[in-house]
């Protein structure tokens, strides 16, 4: 059983900054990509940011290329989002997510299958 819990999720004014953390179970961690997701209001889930499991690997949704960064520690099993110049439309909540299978890149929603329950990112103008 796969166990992904986010933290650091916050108010933050626009222009600032917020870091996110998720923390998986499992003693395999390193075979996976991670991604990161967000959700707005009535909106669908959407691709934010992944890394594969050796880190060699990131992409970026082209709305927070240049803005966000994606870093894991597999000695910790965390996976995190820096995210800088916040904006209001980044307001959603954010959830990590973990593949079913290992060693392979996916961008797309339908390819992950464990989510945490995620954190509330909320950027005021």
């Known amino acids: 059983q796969v166990q992904l819990v986010e933290s650091g999720g916050g108010l933050v004014q626009a222009g600032g900054s917020l870091r996110l953390s ?4 499992g003693r395999t961690f390193s075979s996976y990509t991670m991604g990161w997701f967000r ?18 690997w990131r992409s970026y949704a082209d ?3 240049g803005r966000f ?16 110049s916040l904006q209001p439309e980044d307001t959603a909540v954010y959830y990590c997510g973990r593949p079913k299978a ?22 005021s103008s």
């Open 63 to 65: 709305s927070v290329k």
């Open 22 to 25: 998720c923390a998986a179970s």
């Open 102 to 123: 290992p060693y392979y890149t996916p961008r797309s929603v339908t390819d992950y299958d464990y989510w945490g329950q995620g954190t509330q990112v909320t950027v």
């Open 69 to 84: 960064t994606i870093s894991r520690d597999n000695a910790k099993n965390t996976v995190d989002l820096q995210m800088r």
């Open 39 to 56: 959700q707005a209001p009535g909106k669908e889930r959407d691709f934010v940011a992944a890394i594969s499991g050796s880190g060699g």
